[in-house]
């Protein structure tokens, strides 16, 4: 394959991204005898969207594909994160209460993709993320989001403290995540315009993050285990913001 594009694997992303940015795929290819219905519902989506689809064998999409397929993968160019231009005109036109997810050091695009997967059902506007030292929206990361990656800004910038406090200036509250914070995430107020901020696991989040947060919350934590995986954290908090915002 062409050093400039990528592999989108998987039924439920490749279906995803037949749906909504199916221009980003050069050459569909579907396992041979594969023909369950979700096979024949992405084939007539290939069909409407004119992408070319090639049938192969399984030891092909195997050779190919590092991860599980499921009968069907797409060549296609690889998926984009969003400026901090961007982020600015988004903002700017955005109608909703911003509800925005800031990962800081998250490297794993295993853990990324959950992320992403968990921002999308909670509703959130766009995930933000520094340039360094963060996990790159690839592949891996693409087919763990089932289709998150294509509904989700993926944002990734230059300065994330300034871009903080760019946020603040807008009246976006800084929420950070912190074992230590002695308010829990369950009595913090979610329910304004709002940034919550995750931290890479073990580290946290850096010095010139955490010095942006309005205020921190921590996870209250029963049992034996100290910390939660990043993306179990994320989904906690979200959920308790989204909770606290249909109220």
Known sequence: MSQNLDWAFGLHSVQTL???DAKRIRELWVQQGRRDQRIETILELAQSKFVKVKLVSRQELDAEVE??????????????????NWLETYLDQLEDTPFILVLDGVTDPHNLGACLRTADAAGVHAVIAPKDKSAPLNSTAVKVACGAAEAVPYVQVTNLARTLRSMQERGIWMIGTAGEAEQTVYEANLKGPM????????SGMRRLTRECCDTLVSIPM???VSSLNVSVATGVCLFEAVRQRQL
């Open 195 to 202: 940034a919550l901020i995750m931290g890479a696991e073990g």
């Open 222 to 224: 029963a049992g034996e």
């Open 18 to 20: 037949l749906k909504r």
């Open 67 to 84: 991860g599980v397929h499921q009968g069907v993968a797409a060549k296609v160019e690889p998926q984009r994160a969003q400026t901090e």
